[in-house]
């Protein structure tokens, strides 16, 4: 899961690079927080649990936008 | 630094451009080289003429259809007049003509750095289709035809969209059979049989450029993949990429043909597999943008020609990007004037 995630070149304001394929992509605050998250090597429980501590969002919430958001990431081959 | 005089055809920068401005301008930034640039031009508009920052001088060549012996001819004039030492063909059609007058051109003292006649024709699509497997790269389904019925037959198959091919030049993509028996015909018309039908693969075009040394192995290479082409295909924006498996079959390439001189693989990357879909037996349009990032090619290229040391690493960072634009010079018409009347500027 970590391999592509690890090649990914990633910038304070949300812009992702693949230097393997040459995509680019952006994200906001949160999924760039949640790259960096799965960047560590953290598992999604934990970052969903961290992720209620961190920003203003009541559980459920956390949970859709960060199942949507891994998603996503595997959409994009990502993950 | 003695003056090194270096001929570059190509220099046709137009929408559909030739590789020698980037050339040019590639062997003009070298500090280890300087170079009096010769444009060889087949029309008296070529842009490059034009560019006297850049072009010293230039010529108008017999085409490289006509007799071998009337371009050499005009070839051995221009190094009469200049002191010509080193030429570097950038253009598909004259390279057969310079591979068999290599020898000739060596005699009069003219260097060049090409592919033999050898590696020259493993670029046929038939060719490549033994090739690409050996270096652990796929070739999408292809069949090769060589009557009305065999295409039809082959798209059934296939399906569409398709590429109909032929065997070293020109690739039309076709919808329909009405289209596709058109780029059959103009296809046999022009280059003769076979003809060759290949599936339509999805994914990102990567290409790789680079010089082999003729040994098997590499005077540096690069790869890139396309973020915006033109109408016609052309690259105009572009992203250096760090692919390995992509590079590593492009050094057994170089390997297992010994390749010598400038080439260009041109690949489709999907998520499971690379395709191999042409090789280029010279530098791409694009070419600056391997010396932009860090890698002079084409500065590499004409030292090996010379015999002189040259650089063989491929350092250079992902992420460099590239984009092209375009320009306006006004001029008066005195250039113009004696490029039509004397065949040179």
Known sequence: MMNKLARLAINDEGFIFDPVTGNSFTTNRVGLWILKQLKEGKEPMQIWQEMTARFEVDPETAERDLTDFIGQLRTYKLL | ?345
Request: net charge negative; with cysteine; glycine share 8%.
């Open chain 2, 1 to 345: 630094m003695e003056e090194l005089v270096v001929a570059v055809s190509g220099i046709n920068a137009v929408d559909n451009p030739g590789p020698g401005i980037g050339v040019i301008r590639s062997l003009k930034e070298d500090p280890g080289l300087r170079v009096k640039a010769i444009g060889l031009a087949y029309d008296a508009m070529e842009p490059g003429i034009y560019l006297d920052w850049l072009v010293d001088r230039s010529f108008i060549m017999p085409y490289p259809s006509s007799e071998e012996e009337d371009y050499l001819a005009r070839l051995f004039y221009i190094q009469d007049v200049t002191g010509l030492n080193v030429i570097v063909p950038t253009l598909d059609a004259e390279l057969p003509l310079f591979i068999k007058g290599a020898e000739e051109l060596a005699a009069r003292g003219l260097k060049t750095f090409l592919p033999t006649w050898e590696q020259f024709e493993l670029r046929s699509k038939q060719r490549l289709i033994e090739l690409a497997s050996e270096l652990g790269l796929s070739i999408p389904p292809t069949e090769i035809v060589s009557s009305y019925q065999d295409l039809w037959r082959a798209l059934d198959r296939i399906g569409f969209p398709a590429m109909v091919k032929g065997l070293f030049y020109k690739a039309y993509r076709v919808h329909t059979y009405p289209e596709a028996e058109g780029a059959f015909h103009k296809i046999v018309e022009e280059w003769g049989y076979p003809v060759l039908v290949q599936k339509v693969v999805q994914g990102e075009e990567v290409n790789v450029v680079g010089v082999g040394d003729g040994e098997g192995g590499s005077l540096g290479m690069m790869a890139i993949k396309k973020l915006w082409i033109t109408s016609l295909g052309k690259i105009w924006t572009g992203v250096t990429i760090k692919n390995e498996a992509l590079l590593e079959a492009t050094s057994k390439f170089l390997e297992k043909s010994s390749w010598r001189g400038a080439f260009e693989l041109e690949c489709i990357a999907t998520e499971e597999r690379i395709y191999l879909i042409e090789i280029n037996p010279r530098f791409p349009a694009w070419i600056y943008f391997a010396t932009g990032a860090g890698l002079n090619l084409p500065a590499r290229l004409v030292k090996a020609a010379l015999g002189l040391p040259v650089k063989r690493d491929s350092s250079y960072e992902a992420g460099r990007l590239y984009i092209r634009y375009t320009y306006d010079i006004v001029t008066d018409m005195e250039t113009f004037q004696h490029v039509v009347t004397r065949g040179e500027s």
